[in-house]
């Protein structure tokens, strides 16, 4: 009796053998399908993360944060406007804007006489900073030539000392 019993174990050990090594790899199976799945996923919410980061929307309001404390309003004085183009122009420089979302980052802080001229300007040539930049430039009448009859107009008020009149 208890050998064959034994030999019914040395029977069925194989078998049980095989249908652990079964099991064993229907397990492996399933986290492998598992780990498959999850992967594709994070791939995908990577490549729509990545998507959304790319369009122009987020990176206007990403610059738009980025900018918000440096820029100062456009002044409303003719003389003054070159100088905060100039400011604009290395600011951008500095924090290396695209130059595709220039145009529509300075448009908040232009003055009400700019945003007026623009409002008549050709929208397509309106969508390139420079283009920005040397329309305000030339409707403000901008020109060498006004410096240069500014400058010969000048004089010097009673309030104010020969270093501050220079400056």
């Known amino acids: ?15 049980l ?6 099991e064993q790899r229907l397990q492996r199976e ?7 799945k999850q992967r594709e996923f994070e791939e995908k919410k990577w ?5 959304h980061k790319k369009s122009i ?3 206007i309001k990403t610059w738009g944060n980025a900018l918000r404390n440096t ?12 100088s905060w183009f100039v400011s604009i122009y290395k600011l951008f420089e500095q924090l290396s804007v695209p130059a595709d979302s220039q145009a529509i980052l300075i448009r908040p802080y232009l003055s009400e006489c700019a945003k007026l001229l623009m409002s008549k300007c050709d929208p397509t040539h309106s969508a ?4 920005i930049k040397s ?13 240069l009859e500014k400058f010969n107009s000048l004089t010097q008020e009673k309030s104010e000392t020969y270093t501050q009149f220079s400056t």
């Open 1 to 15: 009796m208890q050998r064959e019993q034994q030999r019914m174990q040395l029977e069925q050990q194989p078998k």
């Open 135 to 147: 329309f305000l430039l030339k409707e403000l009448h901008l020109s060498p030539a006004v410096y």
């Open 57 to 59: 929307v987020v990176k």
């Open 17 to 22: 053998e095989e249908k652990r090594l079964e």
């Open 47 to 51: 490549r729509e993360d990545r998507a």
């Open 30 to 36: 399933q986290q492998w399908e598992e780990l498959h």
């Open 128 to 131: 390139i900073y420079e283009n």
């Open 71 to 82: 820029i100062t309003k456009m002044p409303s004085k003719g003389i003054d406007v070159v």
